[in-house]
């Protein structure tokens, strides 16, 4: 069943992203990047204001279909009326390679045409200052209207009559129309000639990246989707990767579990870099590792998130101009993650740099100096893989040592020996080694219960948690270790409830979860596959992808009982979790020819 709520499609290109309803009104874009302010605001209900929004509204509207442009971030919106009248919205921000380097404003083009009768239309362009708080001050000219927010002026130029635009007043389209939305700069050319050529540039820029991901057989284009999605979530004036484009769209109906996504987790980017890498997207990668060589200290020490900016405090407060997605506040801005110690973090760094050494392919490959900038990561995951931390659930109330947390300093360590290997440094090498099978053997005769017969997620504790479907990807116990067997047939009997799975079902600082985070669903696919129970996993993972909205996109949670869609989106664990199951279950290609 489909719910109305999350079923958006999202355009962007680098720079900034937007939500699009399906009655194609864009209700969510911060700007001019991720972790701005959000001019379209709608999706959160700016309380004293109303606006918030920019649509393109039919008269007597009935229905709408949406699809995306094959192979782009392109989206085609067609709405219909009650008398037989139909229109088309084509959105997308614009993205391709010019002079040798990428041309991507922070820019939403629209493209309006008519397709049967008369459609009587209405453009209404409200973007909110201030988190929705006020309307900025705005002025215009013959061509264009300009509102002056907070951190920039946005400008629209358009050629539907500006008076039109600034009453909202309805009129017959007859013929197709052209609205740029971006920054303010007057456009000295032909709007329509370049609109047409900014669509035809920016279709034929995503369908070329998309011809070179080397995709699984089945299940293309969710995976083609996914890959889009996660490639439109990095930031590219810092390599950063936000873990979704939305705050505060809660993990399920009127919890406080309320945050804002907006950051980039290293943890969450890291896992997007190896999802790119398994599709033979790298340059993702090569950005991510010079943001991360930007925030690195001389200690090695990391936090677990960092702004896009390579911002360090991402103070958390509650925004009072906004209601909630749905009326469900508080609207939270910054995230308090970024002062809790999370060890596993080391770990995903190096796991995200290793094929940095191995990849031939790559222009400037890893070599000593940059694993030298890497090993102050092992040091650090050496000193605290057995030190009790928040984990990667981020309790905000207790710390405990994680079996995941510490599987991930094995990592590291483990990693490191092998690039070191792989440059000829012997003595290195052995060094690493040394400490990872350490690690090793401590974590597996730590975290494994004799009497339960499966392995705990924390050395203090008996219970399970999803993070443990994980150790045989990591590469810390094999697949068929029937200590890793009995551990994922342990999460299936307490985790998964129907087609879906609970992170942990242990009470935490807010009581317990309600919804399945997505992304642990597609862990438990994958292990099943790993240890050969690959038909269930199959079925499952078919019964998941129904699950997705009309365009292929995954939030960060879905409800037990009717497949609801909450948490923020799009959300990247999710698209990356798709990806990695995919990529396991897929028949290869030989079996096609």
Same mark, same amino acid.
């Given at each position: 069943m489909s719910h109305p709520n999350l079923d958006m499609?999202?355009?962007?290109?680098? #720079?900034?992203?937007?939500?699009?309803?399906?009655?194609a009104r864009v209700v969510w874009s911060c700007m001019p990047a991720f972790d701005g302010d959000p001019a379209f605001c709608s999706l959160l209900s700016p309380r004293d204001q109303a606006g918030g929004d920019f649509a393109v509204e039919l008269e007597d509207f009935q229905s709408s279909e949406q699809h995306y442009i094959t192979n782009t971030a392109i989206l085609r919106t067609v709405l219909r009326d009650t008398h037989g009248n139909a229109l088309e919205i084509i959105d997308f921000a614009p993205r391709w390679r010019e002079n040798q380097r990428f041309y991507r404003p922070v820019s939403i083009i629209r493209q309006v045409r008519p397709l049967t009768g008369n459609p009587r239309i209405r453009v209404r362009a409200r973007p909110l200052a201030d988190w929705g708080a006020r309307k900025p001050d705005s002025t215009w000219g013959s061509n264009h209207i300009r509102w002056v927010l907070p951190e920039f002026t946005l400008r629209l130029t358009t050629d539907v009559p500006v008076r039109l635009v600034r009453e909202e007043t309805s009129f017959v389209l007859n013929h197709q129309l052209h609205l740029v939305l971006g920054v303010d700069e007057s456009l000295r050319r032909s709007l329509a000639?370049?609109? /047409?050529?900014?669509?035809?540039? &920016?279709?034929?820029?995503? &369908?070329?990246?998309?011809?070179?991901? #080397?995709?699984?057989?089945?299940?293309?284009? %969710?995976?083609?989707?996914?890959?889009? &999605?996660?490639?439109?979530? *990095?930031?590219?004036?810092?390599?950063?990767?936000?873990?979704? $484009?939305? !705050?505060s769209i809660p993990e399920a109906a009127n919890t406080p579990r309320n945050w804002d996504y907006r950051y980039c987790w290293l943890r969450d980017a890291a896992?997007?870099?190896?999802?790119?890498? /398994?599709?033979?997207? &790298?340059? !993702? $990668?090569? *950005?991510?590792? %010079?943001?991360?060589?930007?925030?690195?200290?001389?200690d090695g020490s990391l936090q677990p998130m960092y702004g896009i900016n390579f911002a360090v405090e991402l103070h958390e407060d509650e925004i009072p101009s906004l209601a909630g997605y749905r009326g469900m506040g508080p609207v939270r801005r910054g995230n308090l993650a970024w002062i809790q110690k999370q060890h596993d973090v080391y770990g995903s760094v190096v796991l995200a740099s290793t094929q940095l050494f191995f990849d031939q392919r790559l222009v400037d490959p890893g070599d000593v100096h940059t694993f030298e900038r890497l090993e102050p990561l092992g040091e650090r995951a050496f000193a605290l893989y057995d030190v009790p931390d928040a984990g990667l659930w981020e309790f905000r109330g207790r710390a405990e040592v994680h079996t995941y947390t510490a599987a991930m300093c094995w990592a590291a360590c483990d990693r490191l020996a092998k690039i070191a290997a792989r440059l000829d440094l012997g003595e290195r090498a052995a060094r690493w080694r040394e400490r990872a099978d350490a690690i090793r053997s401590h974590t597996v005769a730590r975290a494994w219960r004799q009497?339960?017969?499966?392995?705990?997620? #924390?050395?203090?504790?008996?219970?399970?948690?999803?993070?443990?479907?994980?150790?045989?990807?990591?590469?810390?116990?094999?697949?068929?270790?029937?200590?890793?067997i009995a551990t994922v047939e342990a999460i299936g009997n307490t985790l998964k409830k129907g087609d879906a799975l609970f992170r942990y079902v242990a009470p935490d600082d807010f009581g317990e979860p309600e919804t399945s985070f997505t992304i642990c669903t597609f862990w438990y696919i994958d292990a099943l596959a790993a240890i050969g129970r690959t038909e269930e996993a199959r079925g499952m993972f078919e019964r998941i992808l129904a699950r997705r909205n009309h365009l292929g996109l995954l939030s960060e949670d879905l409800a037990f009982d009717d497949g609801e869609a909450w948490?923020?989106?799009? *959300?990247?664990?999710?698209?990356?979790?798709?990806?990695? %199951?995919? $990529?396991?279950?897929?028949?290869?290609?030989?079996?096609?020819s």
């Open positions: 499609g999202v355009i962007g290109n680098g #720079s900034f992203g937007a939500l699009i309803d399906k009655q000639g370049y609109v /047409r050529e900014a669509e035809e540039n &920016t279709r034929l820029y995503w &369908t070329e990246w998309v011809r070179y991901l #080397s995709v699984p057989l089945d299940w293309q284009d %969710a995976v083609i989707r996914s890959a889009i &999605t996660l490639k439109l979530c *990095q930031y590219e004036d810092s390599g950063g990767i936000i873990a979704a $484009m939305t !705050t896992f997007v870099v190896r999802a790119l890498n /398994r599709l033979g997207a &790298t340059r !993702t $990668m090569e *950005q991510f590792l %010079a943001y991360i060589f930007n925030i690195a200290t001389h009497e339960l017969g499966y392995f705990s997620a #924390s050395f203090q504790s008996d219970y399970l948690d999803a993070s443990l479907l994980l150790l045989a990807d990591i590469g810390l116990v094999a697949a068929d270790d029937p200590k890793f948490g923020n989106f799009p *959300q990247t664990y999710s698209h990356v979790g798709l990806i990695i %199951a995919a $990529m396991r279950l897929s028949r290869s290609w030989q079996e096609a």
